[in-house]
């Protein structure tokens, strides 16, 4: 069985190790844009804080490939994918790589913005090691830098450049930071802290250019306005690198439709990862959560399936877990729905202590939980909301200070 | 292989194996210097309260596999190949919380210790006690419990032994048995006056 698979961030590593479990001679090709050793990803905004050195990054040493018995094809992207000959296609192989089984795990590229003068020195996107190695390059002269965006990814960059003696201005599109993953109350707590740190956050503005010689010096905001800046980090989001996927053959809709197994509407071709698009336990509908941890599990479930183990997930479930300075927030599942839903929602909050809990339930299930501090047993939640267990007890038992495991066995 | 096992129907909730764990985990061992420490050794057992004042020592089950050691960013949490026990490396630890979301159980907690640098916040759990294993005594908590509640045995014995407790209970002659019946009196009246005093 010839295996190839298509990114060599966490989901493609963890699909290899899975397949060697499993297949210990079977052929594997690793296709990675990536030339760096396989790395973790959410610490490269750790990096940029300080938290981290740079040489902590690689999670895999360098016999690795070799020990594994892969074959890397590195620095490259696979530009087709031929269904019927079953060849990927890429620049240096004339021929095509020729698989049996097929993972893509091309993981997701920076949400492009529009605006003028983006060929700026100074202006940066925020996915890989390299884009922050050469962030920490430019950082000596900067003084002031410009965030746009307020998910994850911009509030990341925001918090490590405050971090780092920066002068942050933010613009966010929402009225607080995070809106995809927390809730107005907890993005406002989150808000509060960083403006009182120091961060000048913009509501509602847009950037529609940059100007400088040679080097960003400032940029042109929506409202007419212009800002000095000598450092731009582009964080709007991401959007799945799909680029060389047959559409008319590979269900797409934003990421690449998967079943319980990982496998695409094409026999034999997986997805996994940032770029899979796959059941979401908590809003009980297909969803791209292009999150570490699902990487690592769809990635084994992947390689399993694909070494002829038929193993399932029941589906996965967007969470997270963020420090800022003192304040901890943990979530997961589904924290905002629409009051349409019918959901009903718990809310504990203690001003003076900080501590602020959420908790989103359907009927006698867990849906969603937002956590501000406290979080330790934030996992017990989670959980819940994974494994959609009946509670045998009230939201508000569940949303106490007391809560704790003993009461799950009652 | 031994290991901690736990009979939550036999904890009374007395705390007695967090002092313990506490004190095995400190730098001086002796719970008369290691309340003067600094940092304050931390339990890495947890006794929570049920619903109606049951205890329960929720505690590491060293899962295989183990969501932590799949959701730790760093890679600084690993199995001891000899007792299988998971473990968390302080050194490498960046206090994340990545566990935290990750564990199931929700016994992992964040704070100085003094198996980690001076000054630096990591995570810490159960290690099974493996210095005082290495030095041939049995975990702390277990030497700790008055009631039978934590045991240290291979789980082949304590299945064995349970499965023998339960076959006891449905044959035909025996009636209604207890399986900790102290215990479950002990629960029973808890739970009554929970109940009487939220009418």
Known sequence: MEYVIIGNGVAGIHAAEAIRRQDPAGPITLVGDETFLPYCRPMISMVLEGAVPMERLPIRGADYYEKLGITPVLGRRVTSIDVDARRVHLPGHPAGIPFDRLLIASGADPRPIKADGLDLEGIFYMRTEAQVRAMLETLPSVKNALVLGGGLVGFKAAYGLVRRGVRVTQLIRSDYPLSMQVDRTAGEMILAELVRKGLDVRVGVAATGFFGRGRVEGARLSDGSELGCDMVVIGKGVLPALSFVPRDRIDIDLGILVDAHMETCVPGIYAAGDAAEFFDIARKTRWVNAIWPEAVIQGRTAGMNMAGRPVALQGSLSRNVIRIFDMDIMTGGWVDPPDSEGFQVVRRIDRRSGAYRKLVLDGDRLVGAVMVNHIEQGGLLIALIQRQAPLRMSGEKLISTGFNYRQLLN | ?199
């Not at chain 2, 076959?167 to 808890?190: H, I």
């Open chain 2, 1 to 199: 292989m031994k290991q901690v096992v736990v009979h939550p129907e036999r904890c009374v909730g007395c705390m007695q194996c967090m002092i313990a764990c506490a004190t095995a985990h400190s730098k001086t061992q002796t719970l008369f210097t290691a309340v003067q420490e600094d940092p304050l050794p931390k339990p890495r057992v947890h006794v929570g309260a049920g619903l109606y004042g049951e205890g329960f020592p929720n505690r590491c089950r060293h899962c295989d596999p183990a969501p932590c050691m799949l959701a730790c960013l760093p890679g600084a949490i690993s199995r001891d190949p000899d007792t299988r026990t998971v473990v968390i490396d302080p050194d490498t630890c960046i206090n994340c919380a990545s566990c935290a979301m990750a564990c199931p159980f929700g016994v992992i907690r964040y704070h100085e210790d003094a198996s980690a640098p001076a000054g630096k916040t990591v995570a810490v759990k159960c290690d099974n006690c493996l210095d005082r294993q290495r030095r041939g005594q049995v975990p702390a908590c277990v030497e700790a419990c008055k009631s039978g509640a934590l045991t240290f045995e291979s789980t082949g014995d304590a299945q064995r032994r349970k499965t023998c407790e339960v076959a006891k209970t449905v044959s035909r002659d025996a009636g209604f048995e207890q399986l900790a019946p102290g215990f479950s009196m002990l629960n029973t009246v808890k739970r009554t006056q929970i109940e009487m005093a939220h009418r």
